[in-house]
């Protein structure tokens, strides 16, 4: 006859929860750290006259879900937010006069370029930020 014994078997599933629930704190922070850097970065990006378009850069707090971790980044309360994104024209002196932010450039598409630039990055600071706490 065989028989295995298992002692401490609930210290290892307390163990397992604790393990589990540092990995979600950690990724969320990192989630919420790539949405403050792409808040800061597409700011750095968008069209200037007065500096309202800037000023409108919107991060909300984290959210958090059994299913999801969500960081939403955008521009609020500019009729003009969306148009500035997506038309095609020609920057003016202000705009034209910023500098370009790791190789992008000042101007339309100025939320869509570091997201697309970015897309690599951001989930591999998650996945090390995961791996970090259970390693």
């Given amino acids: 006859m065989f028989q295995i014994k298992f002692e401490g078997i609930r210290e290892v599933q307390r163990a397992f929860d604790r393990a589990e629930q ?3 704190e950690a990724l969320g922070r990192a989630v919420d750290e790539s949405g403050e850097h792409l808040t800061g970065t ?4 968008a069209p200037k006259l007065t500096g309202d378009l800037e000023g409108s850069a919107t991060k909300q707090p984290l959210q ?4 999801e971790i969500l960081s939403e980044v955008g521009f609020r309360g500019l009729p003009y937010a969306r148009r500035r ?11 034209a006069g910023k500098p370009t932010v790791d190789g992008m450039t000042p101007g339309r598409k100025y939320l869509e ?15 090390d930020a995961v791996r970090s706490v259970l390693s």
């Avoid at 958090?64 to 299913?67: D, H, S």
Wanted: hydrophobic letters at 25%; a negative charge; zero cysteines.
């Fill in 42 to 45: 597409s700011q750095q990006l």
């Fill in 113 to 127: 370029q570091p997201l697309v630039k970015y897309s690599g990055r951001y989930p591999q600071e998650w996945a």
């Fill in 64 to 67: 958090t879900t059994p299913f």
């Fill in 85 to 95: 994104h997506e038309e095609v024209y020609s920057p003016g002196p202000i705009t």
């Fill in 22 to 24: 540092g990995a979600l």
